[in-house]
């Protein structure tokens, strides 16, 4: 008698959605395109990875977003928040729109300088500044915002040095109700810190007073903050027009409107986001109620970055392998991980499958190619049987994503812009060794030897 082989049984939970309060999940979206592209197609001509980027949703937002600001207030500008998206064709789509540069280091200054934005709208924030680039953004007549009293002291003496008088605007902290509040950046209001930094501007006769600037946080619900944000700032102008006699050239209430993601800890998925309406509403009516007639006439400048790109920016995946976990539990590995999505780390990135599927759904762990324990872009996704190829969708990843990505252990993708009329365009060729190895160099000492002068052991070590 032929004795068959002895197979261990195995239990498989499957799990059809997860249940919350209003029934079943409704499981997994499918997307065979990407901006009406076919996803088979966008991955054998750039490969996989591929960010996927959508013009006509960048221009639409940007569009949104200004006739929303400019239906409640005479004077508003946005900017371009660069450290969010700075792939050169999205800041571009962005001041093609009309949009100033929002900067926060030297290296984005230069960015958006090499895509044509003259200095004088060009907004440098953040809390270093080097010498260099002070001295370039005065001479260039930037719109300077300072973030700490050092860095007015240093500005000061760049003026003396250039004989010149700069325009130096403050970065203002106020208590708007978010928390944890962003309470390191700038000069604290209520305890008089913002009106020490005017008074040393006013005072200091090196100096004028530039704006009022102002970021509450980052993916803030709830356009009240906002509100109160915005007051508090127009009555500083106010304030300080009496106690020092100067006037902000304009009021920069900063970035922080939320996208459609979702966070991690948040029980629905997306759709939760306040409409950009609702900010400009909250911000305008706050400004044009509070302080006085000339605060309410100052330019308005507005720094969205997520709630402009999110949504624009795709990411497609392949599945590499597929693996039942110790637990029994589910997990996929694909060829995208927290290298390409940090922002995995803070939001329920969704996640569409690119074909029909009929067999039963699982909750499956996400995880990337990274040889390392924390690269997971989801814990738990209900997902159908997946196979090595199959292709996963992952949205919105516009926002910070790409800027936050970084070479470990693998180079970064392509980077495609699907123009107005559909056709795609590489923005970013997929990265070659080149890349990561052009700025080191290697001691002599340690080159490679010519074929067969080697010392070192040419066999294998056993
Ligand atoms: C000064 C400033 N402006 C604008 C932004 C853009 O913020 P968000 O992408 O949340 O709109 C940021 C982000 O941190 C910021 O620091």
Redesign the pocket.
């Known amino acids: 008698m032929i004795r068959k082989p002895y197979e261990r049984p195995a239990m498989v939970r499957n799990v059809v959605g997860r249940m919350n309060k209003a029934g079943l999940a409704s499981g997994i979206a499918r997307r065979e395109s990407v901006e009406g592209l076919s996803i088979e197609k966008l991955c054998a001509e750039y490969g996989s990875p591929l960010f996927v980027f959508s013009e006509r949703r960048i221009r639409s937002r940007v569009r949104e977003a200004r006739e929303a600001f400019g239906r409640r207030h005479p004077n508003v500008t946005l900017c371009c928040?660069y450290?969010?998206n700075y792939l050169g064709a999205i800041c571009a789509i962005q001041h093609q729109e009309g949009s100033l540069a929002?900067v926060?280091s030297g290296m984005e200054y230069e960015k958006a300088r090499r895509l044509g934005i003259p200095g004088n709208r060009i907004v440098f924030?953040g809390p270093m500044k080097t010498r260099d680039e002070l001295v370039r953004a005065i001479r260039e007549d930037a719109i300077l915002h300072a973030d700490s009293l050092d860095e007015i002291y240093s500005i000061e003496r760049l003026a003396a040095e250039m004989n010149t008088k700069p325009v130096v605007g403050v970065r203002v902290g106020v208590d708007a109700g978010v928390h944890p509040r962003w309470d390191r950046f700038g000069f604290d209001l209520a305890s008089g810190q913002a009106a020490q930094a005017v008074r040393r501007i006013a005072a200091g006769g090196r100096l004028t007073l530039g704006g009022l600037h102002c970021?509450i946080g980052?993916?803030i619900l709830d356009p009240g903050a906002y509100s109160k944000a915005a007051k508090q700032i127009a009555e500083f102008a106010a304030e300080i027009e009496k106690m020092f006699g100067v006037s902000p050239t304009h009021l920069d209430l900063?970035?922080?409107?939320a996208s459609n993601n979702t966070l991690g800890s948040q029980y629905y998925a997306g759709g939760i986001a306040p409409t950009i309406d609702n900010y400009a509403e909250a911000i305008s009516t706050a400004l044009m109620s509070a302080g006085n007639g000339r605060t309410r006439l100052l330019p308005l400048l507005i720094?969205?970055?997520?709630?402009i790109v999110d949504d624009a920016g795709t990411l497609i995946t392949t599945v590499v392998s597929s693996k039942s976990l110790a637990n029994g539990r589910k997990g996929v590995v694909v060829d995208a991980g927290v290298n390409l999505l940090f922002t995995a780390w803070w939001y329920r990135l969704g996640i569409e499958t690119d074909r029909a599927t009929d067999g039963l759904l699982e909750e499956t762990a996400v995880y990337g190619p990274l040889c390392m324990n924390i690269d997971c872009i989801r814990e738990s996704v209900p997902l159908p049987d997946l196979r090595p190829g199959d292709h996963l969708v992952v949205h919105p990843v516009g926002?910070y994503a790409f800027t936050q990505s970084m070479q470990f252990i693998r180079l970064r993708p392509a980077v495609v812009l699907v123009n107005e009329s559909g056709v795609a365009e590489c923005i970013r060729r997929a990265e070659v060794l080149d890349d990561l190895d052009g700025p080191e160099r290697l001691p002599e000492r340690f080159k490679p030897r010519e074929e067969g002068n080697r010392s070192a052991p040419t066999s294998r070590p056993v």
Not at 254 to 257: E, K
Not at 303 to 307: K, L, N, T, Y
């Open positions: 928040s450290k969010t929002e926060v924030n970021h980052t993916y900063g970035g922080g409107f720094e969205p970055g997520r709630a926002a």
